[in-house]
């Protein structure tokens, strides 16, 4: 993917369905971001591969990723499996974001606007669906988890004011609280754009590593390292099933975003680097607090039961009371970095299927759905896990089946050497695979959501000897490889090129 030839810029000319205004470079922290899914022209390209690092460090760096190494653990591995089997799932997956990544630095566009030219300019409107689900949906896990676990540690500081009448509960005025705290903070730097996050996820991606860190000291007495060698291996069934989980934990939340922070780097960056920092910036913090997590899940067996009702309150039972404050202020830190990103993204995907609002309008639509989601998340589901789980494996499944088509497509422009081609109204190779595979995909996962339980795992015989949380990511690796291999084959059938806008 290493490309360090300068490319000469490739625009389309400028149209109101791009919803941008013209004008000079927008750099300016304080000023609102004005592209939309226009490309960037090269005036505003500023940067190196290397300042990618820092929105993808601050991405991962939340306490949530504690819970995530309790969470793989309990697929049925043992201490050194979740280690290992969570690891190369973080990695695998952030490489296919980094992949992705250089897209954008290559057209200067967003993922899912670069994605008309492989889908055409109707079809593409089906994966950005999904893509705005992904990110919308992934808004409303952080903002919630917030609240819960907010609420949970201002019930135990202040119980007078923020507690029911057994001591412990939070209120739902707790709650309440701080997702509207939350909420609101996302949204107005989602609103500023670019320029405002980079800068914030630089600070905040210091201030919360301090914070990790401390959390980290205080419990370290919980930790026993000598529980990596203890416990019976899970099956290799089981250790595909934790790579897979793990994948959908990470990566695959994050495929359909990566163009769009690298698009405003120079036009010739390397692609190994763009590749390369986006992988270390999103694996290296998440894998730290992965195994911090599988061992103090291995030293309190405990901890996974809590953990999957409100993990951020789970994580909290053991501190100090003068602490409660400090990691208060971390968690809801960690869960504002990510859907930061999230927000931004999701607004671009709004633009990407036509709607006709700017960019900063299209994060307040965002916001409202955010809350809609958040206020079943929180009141109506039956727990956060088997919500969150469902929503995990949902998810994974579509955009496994996006990157596979979206790469592929990628390589095979490469090898002809084919140059940017005006994009069919629909692409039916693209769109035939994404719809197959997801289907398929779909039909071989299983939630213990009893909403979304509904809808999927019709492909398997025995649903109940499928519940497991390894089982379900069959159909996220079946998405994957259906995709890739079906638009491989039917691509070539095309009468139009379907490589990506200036993949050369």
């Known amino acids: 993917m290493g490309n360090h030839v300068r490319m000469t810029q490739q625009r389309a000319p400028r ?23 226009d490309p960037v022209p090269d005036a505003e390209r500023h940067g190196t591969p290397r300042s990618l690092f820092w929105p993808w460090a601050a991405s991962g760096l939340s306490l949530l990723g504690i819970a995530y ?6 697929l049925g591995l043992n201490a050194w499996q979740a280690v290992v089997t969570g690891t190369v799932g973080y990695v695998l997956s952030f490489v296919l974001v980094g992949l992705v990544s250089v897209a954008g630095a290559r057209t200067g566009a967003p993922t899912m606007a670069i994605g008309r030219a492989v889908f055409g300019r109707r079809g593409n409107k089906l994966p950005t669906v999904f893509s705005y689900v ?3 949906g992934w808004e409303t896990v952080l903002v919630a988890l917030s609240s819960l676990g907010g609420a949970t540690i201002l019930a135990r500081v202040s119980p007078a004011v923020f507690a029911r009448a057994d001591g412990r509960t939070p ?12 909420a609101v903070s996302v949204v107005v730097v989602g609103v ?36 990596l060698l203890e416990g019976r291996p899970g099956g290799l069934g089981t250790a595909i099933g934790g790579v897979v989980f793990a994948m959908t934990l990470l990566g695959l939340g994050w495929v359909n975003c990566g163009a769009d922070y690298s698009r405003y780097l120079p036009r010739g960056s390397s692609g190994r680097a763009i590749t390369g920092w986006t992988t270390l910036g999103g694996v290296l913090a998440p894998v730290v ?18 953990a999957s009702a409100d993990p951020v309150g789970a994580l909290a039972a053991a501190l100090p009371t003068w602490f409660l404050v400090p990691y208060l202020l971390t968690a809801i830190g960690g869960f504002v970095s990510g859907a930061i990103m999230d927000i931004y993204s999701s607004g671009m995907s709004l633009l990407a299927l036509g709607v006709p609002v700017r ?38 499944v579509a955009m496994a089946a996006w990157t596979a088509v979206f790469l592929v497509a990628r390589w095979r422009g490469r090898r002809s050497g084919s140059g940017p081609s005006a994009a069919p109204a629909v692409g039916w190779p693209a769109v035939l695979s994404l719809t197959v595979a997801t289907v398929v995909g779909l039909g071989l996962i299983t939630s213990a959501d009893p909403h979304i339980a509904r809808v999927v795992g019709f492909l398997l015989t025995d649903r109940a000897a499928h519940g497991t949380p390894g089982a379900m990511n069959i159909g996220v690796v079946a998405a994957l490889l259906v995709a890739g291999v079906l638009y491989a084959v ?13 993949d050369r």
């Open 15 to 37: 149209s109101p369905e791009r919803h941008s205004t013209s004008g000079g470079a927008n750099t300016s922290v304080s000023a609102v971001e004005r592209n939309g899914i």
């Open 69 to 74: 190494g309790i969470y793989v653990m309990g």
């Open 171 to 182: 209120t739902t005025a707790a709650q309440a609280l701080c997702f509207a705290v939350t």
């Open 192 to 227: 500023y754009g670019h320029a405002l996050i980079m800068k914030v996820q630089q600070y905040l991606t210091a201030a919360i590593t301090v914070m990790t860190v401390a959390y980290m000291v205080l419990t370290a007495d919980r930790i026993h390292p000598s529980a």
């Open 490 to 502: 039917t691509a070539p059938l095309a009468h139009r090129p379907t490589a990506p806008r200036g």
């Open 359 to 396: 960019r900063h309008l299209a994060v307040l639509v965002d916001g409202a759905l955010m809350a809609f989601g958040g206020w079943y998340v929180l009141f109506v589901s039956p727990g956060f896990f088997a919500t969150f789980q469902a929503f995990l494996s949902v998810v994974g």
């Open 134 to 136: 992904s990110n919308v």
């Open 289 to 306: 607090l992965l195994v911090f997590g599988v061992l103090l899940n291995a030293g309190d067996p405990k901890l996974a039961a809590a």
